[in-house]
T-cell receptor
Framework: KQEVTQIPAALSVPEGENLVLNCSFTDSAIYNLQWFRQDPGKGLTSLLLIQSSQREQTSGRLNASLDKSSGRSTLYIAASQPGDSATYLCAVNLSSNTGKLIFGQGTTLQVKP | DTAVSQTPKYLVTQMGNDKSIKCEQNLGHDTMYWYKQDSKKFLKIMFSYNNKELIINETVPNRFSPKSPDKAHLNLHINSLELGDSAVYFC????????????FGPGTRLTVL
């Protein structure tokens, strides 16, 4: 059974710091992995998707890496800003045929001005 | 333009009542989903419909019944509400049975008293 774990559960950093959020999964047979952002009281925003054959994806100040063999992904946020404060969720998809995602519990990030 | 919308945003009701949550997407997608986020922030898939056909049905009590009148709508009806049903329910959509899920609704916070 696939399980997704995110560490730490919460993180507080001063503005401008570079930071890394971690995601691990127990079954390496994934189709892809997505990182989402969730703001309080809002839905999910898809940030990055990494296919199982890829090692990393970049979007602006965000960089996500994937090491399928070790069951790990990281989300790197460069030069953090207060507007980055949110909960970050990673999710794995086991199949190309469905949108059935297995989510981690999320890391709640606070960036202090 | 709202891509995936849900109504109501908040729903407070008594145990034993029957309630419905509505979801509509204007993206022209043919696959829609219901996810549940519990008090510990875990998001888990409940149902998925493709072209009004049920394709994912996780282990969900049969008090929960999804209904898809057309491709653009997926409603969730809950009978005999219980305290444990309190959660945030998210609707999502995708085009085809693809391995990427990008579009989530804003969520419906259900509180059962």
């Amino acid at each position: 059974k696939q399980e997704v774990t995110q560490i730490p559960a919460a993180l507080s950093v001063p503005e401008g710091e570079n930071l890394v959020l971690n995601c691990s999964f127990t079954d390496s047979a994934i189709y892809n992995l997505q990182w989402f952002r969730q703001d309080p009281g809002k839905g999910l925003t898809s940030l990055l998707l990494i296919q199982s054959s890829q090692r990393e994806q970049t979007s602006g100040r965000l960089n996500a890496s994937l090491d399928k063999s070790s069951g790990r992904s990281t989300l790197y946020i460069a030069a953090s800003q207060p507007g980055d404060s949110a909960t970050y969720l990673c999710a794995v998809n086991l199949s190309s045929n469905t949108g059935k995602l297995i989510f981690g519990q999320g890391t709640t990030l606070q960036v202090k001005p | 333009d709202t891509a995936v919308s849900q109504t109501p945003k908040y729903l407070v009701t008594q145990m034993g009542n029957d309630k419905s949550i509505k979801c509509e997407q204007n993206l022209g997608h043919d696959t829609m989903y219901w996810y549940k986020q519990d008090s510990k922030k875990f998001l888990k898939i409940m149902f998925s419909y493709n072209n009004k056909e049920l394709i994912i049905n996780e282990t969900v009590p049969n008090r929960f019944s999804p209904k898809s009148p057309d491709k653009a709508h997926l409603n969730l009806h809950i009978n005999s509400l219980e305290l444990g049903d309190s959660a945030v329910y998210f609707c999502a959509s995708s085009q085809g049975r693809v391995g990427r899920l990008e579009f989530f609704g804003p969520g419906t916070r259900l509180t059962v008293l």
